[in-house]
Nanobody, 124 residues
């Protein structure tokens, strides 16, 4: 069993930056692909980014390309999401998730474990 815990959310002005962290416990996730999703009020959960097992492959939603960077530290069992040039439309609850692979990275149903989420609010 894997437990995921996000942190780093908060309130920031448009144009600002935040760094989200997600620590896994229970077992190592070095053999899991790790993703970030977000869900705004009244909207479906959407994929933001995903990073492969060896960190050599990354995927991003078009809306965040060039602004967000995903990374992982397997020694710390942690995945990060650096968010720069934040916009009000980035406001959402951000979740990290882990999956063993296969399928499409931005489909939530592919993921095996989820964190509780951290709120990100970007003011204009």
């Amino acid at each position: 069993q894997v437990e995921l815990a996000e942190s780093g959310g908060g309130l920031v002005q448009a144009g600002g930056s935040l760094r989200l962290s997600c620590v896994a416990s229970g077992r190592t996730v070095s053999d899991y692909r790790l993703g970030w999703f977000r869900q705004a009020p009244g909207k479906e959960r959407e994929g933001v980014s995903c990073i492969g097992v060896g960190a050599s492959s990354t995927d991003y939603a078009e809306s965040v390309k060039g602004r967000f960077t995903i990374s992982r530290d397997n020694a710390k069992n942690t995945v990060y999401l650096q968010m720069n040039s934040l916009k009000p439309e980035d406001t959402a609850v951000y979740y990290c998730a882990a999956w063993v692979g296969g399928g499409t990275w931005d489909e939530p149903e592919q993921y095996d474990y989820w964190g509780q989420g951290t709120q990100v609010t970007v003011s204009s």
